[in-house]
């Protein structure tokens, strides 16, 4: 792959940030922000969840408007980072040196987080127009069972169900590094 097209690194960058202050992994963030779609895709592939023709026009629509908004706090997040006064032990207390390596901290993983979900919201928009071209079913007889897998239902729809219910987890998370960066 082109390294101008790897997002790999992005993604990277992302889990990175599922660490608490003092920078230990926390496992619980790894559970809910894939546990949680992992199960609600494996739900929908089983109960075969079909997206409408709809649904899909609305998370088309809702993902395009988050890349240009999620385009826009990238901005506003690197503007931050550029603004905010660097860290100068010689001629700080302790105290502004620790406040301030803590907001670098968090803009640097606050960029992170937003890239990701700018990234995420890309691809749920190509699984999504994916829904109106792809159409056919595929049957396998796998052992003595004559199993009948219909792609959109069975593989697309439990994409899609991955990539939004990770993506407003993500989003959520960046609303609430946001609002710790306003806040003071």
């Known amino acids: 792959m082109s390294r101008k097209l790897n997002v790999i690194e992005i993604v990277k960058c992302h889990v990175s940030t599922f660490v608490d202050v003092d920078g230990k992994r926390m496992p619980m963030d790894y559970a809910v922000f894939f546990g949680v779609p992992i199960i609600l895709m494996v739900l929908s592939s089983m109960f075969g969840f079909n997206a409408s023709d709809k649904y899909i026009d609305t998370i088309v629509t809702a993902s395009s408007i988050f890349i240009g908004l999620l385009l826009n706090m990238l901005l506003l997040i690197n503007n931050q980072k550029k603004s905010t006064p660097g860290v100068d032990s010689m001629n700080q207390d302790e105290d502004t040196v620790n406040k301030l390596s803590t907001r670098h901290a968090l803009l640097q993983e606050t960029f992170y987080n937003i890239s990701y979900c700018i990234v995420i919201s890309i691809v749920l928009v190509f699984i999504?127009?994916?829904?109106?071209?792809?159409?056919?079913?595929?049957?396998?007889d796998i052992y003595i069972f004559n199993i009948d897998i219909n792609y959109k239902r069975h593989v697309l729809s439990p994409i899609s169900i991955f990539l939004i219910t990770n993506l407003l987890l993500s989003i959520l998370m960046v609303v609430k590094r946001v609002y710790s960066l306003l806040k003071d």
Do not use: E, P, T
């Open 128 to 140: 999504s127009m994916s829904y109106f071209v792809i159409d056919f079913n595929i049957v396998r």
